[in-house]
């Protein structure tokens, strides 16, 4: 079974630049999750969709981040100015049902973000 | 709110020694525990989880740990390590009826030849 894809693996950019993620869960899982890892801390949950609608987008930075997941597939995640303090790894997650407690969450590799 | 707290950001240990990863957790309800591995430059792998029934949970790669509901904690075990479990563990909390993991800010164990 193929994990979770994520592109690019590294993405270096200057400040007040746009830069994109792009993720594919694993086939059949409803539940996708963008996390945020910065160096030292544990992830940090952006925004959480089941199929290609929103259940929880209380910790994104809506003026700068924005997130689709079209047809309920792969998942783009979007920043748009990029500030220094969003220099972070980027973490896609998915997870079979429905996202509850009990749903265990599968993980890409992450997108490492240097914004200079 | 729920909590998570790895209070040792870096744990050194020699290979076949056995080593334990502290985590303690805060909420007001019921839990669900994990605990996740991440090697360096790759996405976080579940190691085990606790959802209900026995307090000691075998996990993947020879480790365990035990959900202890008084002292609120969910130690990671390993009775002898190796190199290939240098990594970063972190340790994660869900409560029921919810979706969303808290996790810690991981420890680092670095196994030494």
């Known amino acids: 079974e193929a994990g979770v894809a994520q592109s690019p693996r590294y993405k270096i950019i200057e400040k007040r630049q746009s830069v994109a993620f792009w993720c594919n869960p694993i086939s059949g899982h409803a539940t996708l999750y963008w996390y945020q890892q910065i160096l030292g801390q544990g992830p940090k949950l952006l925004i959480q969709f089941q199929n290609n609608g929103v259940v929880d987008d209380s910790q994104l930075p809506k003026d700068r981040f924005s997130a689709e997941r079209l047809k309920g597939v792969d998942s783009t995640l979007k920043i748009q100015p990029a500030k220094l303090e969003d220099s972070a790894v980027y973490l896609c997650a998915s997870s079979l049902l429905s996202g509850g407690s009990t749903d265990t969450q599968y993980f890409g590799p992450g997108t490492r973000l240097t914004v200079l | 709110a729920q909590s998570v707290t790895q209070l040792d950001s870096q744990v050194p240990v020699f290979e076949e020694a056995p080593v334990e990863l502290r985590c303690n957790y805060s909420?007001?309800?019921?839990?669900?525990l994990f605990w996740y591995v991440q090697y360096p430059n790759q996405g976080l792998q579940l190691l085990l989880k606790y959802l209900s029934g026995s307090t000691l949970v075998k996990g993947i790669n020879g480790f365990e740990a035990e959900f202890n509901k008084s002292q609120t904690s969910f130690h990671l075990r390993k009775p002898s390590v190796h190199i290939s479990d240098t990594a970063e563990y972190f340790c994660?909390?869900?409560?029921?009826?919810?979706?969303?993991?808290?996790f810690g800010t991981g420890t680092r164990l670095k196994v030494l030849a």
């Open positions: 994660a909390v869900s409560d029921q009826g919810t979706y969303k993991y808290i």
């Open positions: 909420s007001s309800v019921s839990v669900y």
